[in-house]
């Protein structure tokens, strides 16, 4: 088991350049499986999600050659729709792969993804989807097996905006011939990026952004893209940089795509300037204006960002109600705050009340899950003395070189292990 020794109390200063948008590379992929030729994917993060994808895709068949951030797809040699249990069951978007093989055999065999425990994280929208669409669905011995014999182009109304059922039906309905049209979509910038991506695939979509969709599909091409910057990076560059009483310029920051964002680092008297394609966060005096905060989909506060948030808020004078009725188990990391000093009062599983700001103090701390260990991570970076951080491997799944790229703005940190 990896860890970081951080030591607290440095100012974060300097440029920071973002890295390739976690949640859409791990989509696009898979998306990638459709076309009848190469494809080709640019500013591909170096984290261990998109390596195990990559591995996942492998063991079908697909050829995968990468360099750096490069990452060249082809699928051509694609042979099994039964994927892998052991890599499936590493992280949550392996259920993804289902769209792809549906479309190209018309079966697919699926374990139960994994990735962070923060709360029940149903399959349940995304099969009363596909179901729609006339694939049946059997599970046995801990496995789903799906089939799609009599397809169907319908129209979907979505039980709940869910992120990872928008992008599959997307898939599935850029690939098959007709007008599909997809109410209560995603609209998160990675749905954005993937729609994109399948257009120039070849697909044609309208109301992109908008949470209604009409996707009329065909045979699609492969194609060369450019992975969106990762937004929920950028949120957490820049209140690592607030907590610090530091300066960073955050490059490929998309402010205009993340006002809800920079209204909430705002309420907290985080002062920066907005770029047309940058975040400078400037030495701030935190003060919240606002006693609640909460998040909401897309173009709401995001969930991944609320962890941060709440470290944020310990270092800010005010009292405030920070609120995610997303997940369950997301606030449970809060128990590490409190060890290292914060006033922080448990309301129930979703809400947590915070008082500050209050000086923390070094601690040994454990990752459990990427965002709650960022979190630990950012609670060090401020805190006074020597703090030790378990299960950093852990984070990795997230943050490229998250240890190399904060000591880079002049953070004290090593790893171990």
Not at 3 to 30: C, D, Q, R, Y
Not at 243 to 251: K, Q
């Amino acid at each position: 088991m990896s860890k970081f020794i951080v030591t607290g109390g440095k100012k974060l200063e300097g440029t920071i350049k973002l890295s390739g948008n976690k949640n859409a590379a791990l989509k696009l992929i898979p998306a990638a499986l459709l076309a009848d030729s190469p494809t080709t994917l640019t500013n591909v993060p170096d984290i261990s999600d998109v390596s195990v994808m990559l591995d996942l895709i492998t063991k079908l068949g697909v050829k995968v050659t990468r360099e750096d951030h490069a990452v060249t797809i082809d699928p051509s040699g694609l042979s099994s729709f039964d994927l892998d249990p052991d890599l499936s069951s590493q992280f949550r978007a392996s259920v993804v792969l289902a769209a792809p093989l549906l479309v190209r055999f018309g079966r697919a065999v699926v374990t139960p993804p994994g990735g962070d425990q923060i709360g029940e994280r149903l399959l349940d929208t995304h099969f009363a989807m596909m179901q729609k669409m006339g694939v049946e669905i059997n599970r046995k011995d801990g496995r789903y097996f799906l089939e799609w014999k009599k397809k169907k182009n319908v129209d979907i109304f979505l039980d709940e905006p869910s992120v990872t059922a928008t992008e599959m039906g997307i898939m599935i309905s850029s690939a098959i011939p007709g007008v599909m049209k997809i109410e209560d979509a995603a609209t998160e910038p990675h749905v954005t990026d993937l729609s994109n991506f399948l257009v120039k695939m070849g697909a044609k979509i309208e109301g992109i952004g908008s949470n209604i969709l009409y996707v009329d599909g065909g045979k699609l091409k492969g194609t060369e893209h450019k992975v969106c910057s990762d937004h929920i990076e950028g949120g957490t560059f820049a209140i690592a940089a607030a907590i610090t009483g530091g300066h960073i310029e955050i490059e490929d920051f998309k402010a205009t795509e993340c006002p809800m964002i920079l209204n909430y680092l705002s309420y907290m008297g985080v002062n920066f300037k907005a770029g047309k394609n940058s975040l400078t966060v400037l030495p701030s005096k935190l003060v919240s204006s606002r006693g609640k905060f909460q998040t909401r989909p897309w173009p709401g506060f995001p969930t991944d960002l609320m962890s941060p948030f709440i470290v944020l808020a310990t270092q800010t004078a005010g009292t405030v109600v920070c609120h995610d009725w997303m997940y369950e188990w997301r606030m449970f990391f809060v128990d590490d705050l409190i060890s290292m000093g914060a006033k922080i009062f448990i309301a129930d599983p979703h809400r947590v009340i915070v008082s500050g700001p209050t000086p923390l103090l070094s601690d040994r701390l454990f990752c459990k899950d990427i965002r709650a260990g960022i979190s630990v991570i950012l609670a060090a970076l401020t805190a006074n003395g020597r703090s030790e951080i378990e299960n950093v491997e852990v984070v990795a799944r997230g943050y490229e070189k998250i240890d190399e790229r904060l000591k880079s703005l002049g953070a004290e940190i090593t790893s171990r292990g």
